[in-house]
């Protein structure tokens, strides 16, 4: 997390009951921040992490402040060789995200292309089959009411020829 005030900022993480406080310049790169925070973090856990919990006194762990000090001068010019490897690394590590994101959205579009063929294609044979369905009544219906037709027929014609020849 981090807080505004003024032209400093306030960076820090919570873990377990422990806090990691940084204040910078605004203008100091936050990513480089929150990796300095978690090299202390690392390494107070590392040094005193099974202690933190019967810390009698506030100054318990005086001696972390060498360490503290060490990597603060580590960190401490943004244009060096060290920080600017871990700035590049993170941007690595960012661009290979969204490289990987970008494959990802990319094999999304091809299966929607592959669902739209296959709803044009299930459209098309939808209608086929309900044409092929409606040749079917019909011819149900034929096969049903012929013979009665055919009947009938022949009953009208019966009585026709029976009323002009008699």
Same mark, same amino acid.
């Given at each position: 997390?981090?807080?505004?005030?003024?032209?400093?900022?306030?960076?820090?993480?919570?873990?377990?009951?422990?806090?990691?406080?940084?204040?910078?310049?605004?203008? !100091?790169?936050?990513?480089?921040?929150?990796?300095?925070? %978690?090299?202390?973090?690392? %390494?107070?856990?590392?040094?005193?992490?099974?202690?933190?919990?019967?810390?009698?006194?506030?100054?318990?762990?005086?001696?972390?402040?060498?360490?503290?000090?060490?990597?603060?001068?580590? !960190?401490?010019?943004?244009?060096?060789?060290?920080?600017? $490897?871990?700035?590049?690394?993170?941007? !690595?590590?960012?661009?290979?995200?969204? $490289?990987?994101?970008?494959?990802?959205?990319?094999?999304?579009?091809?299966?929607?292309?592959?669902?739209?063929?296959?709803?044009?294609?299930?459209?098309?044979?939808?209608?086929?089959?309900?044409?092929? $369905?409606?040749?079917?009544?019909?011819?149900?219906?034929?096969?049903?009411?012929?013979?009665? $037709?055919?009947?009938?027929?022949?009953?009208?014609?019966?009585?026709?020829?029976?009323?002009?020849?008699?």
């Amino acid at each position: 997390m981090s807080i505004e005030t003024g032209p400093y900022m306030f960076h820090y993480i919570i873990e377990g009951r422990v806090c990691y406080l940084s204040m910078c310049d605004r203008a !100091y790169p936050k990513k480089l921040v929150f990796q300095y925070l %978690e090299d202390i973090k690392n %390494e107070f856990e590392n040094a005193y992490g099974n202690q933190i919990e019967t810390a009698a006194r506030p100054y318990a762990f005086i001696k972390f402040d060498t360490f503290i000090q060490k990597t603060k001068r580590l !960190y401490q010019d943004t244009r060096s060789q060290r920080n600017i $490897a871990k700035l590049n690394d993170e941007l !690595y590590e960012v661009h290979q995200i969204m $490289a990987r994101n970008v494959q990802e959205v990319l094999g999304v579009g091809e299966k929607l292309d592959q669902v739209s063929e296959m709803s044009s294609r299930l459209t098309s044979e939808s209608r086929i089959y309900a044409m092929k $369905a409606k040749d079917l009544n019909n011819q149900a219906l034929i096969r049903k009411w012929a013979p009665v $037709a055919v009947v009938l027929g022949v009953v009208f014609l019966l009585f026709w020829i029976r009323g002009k020849f008699w």
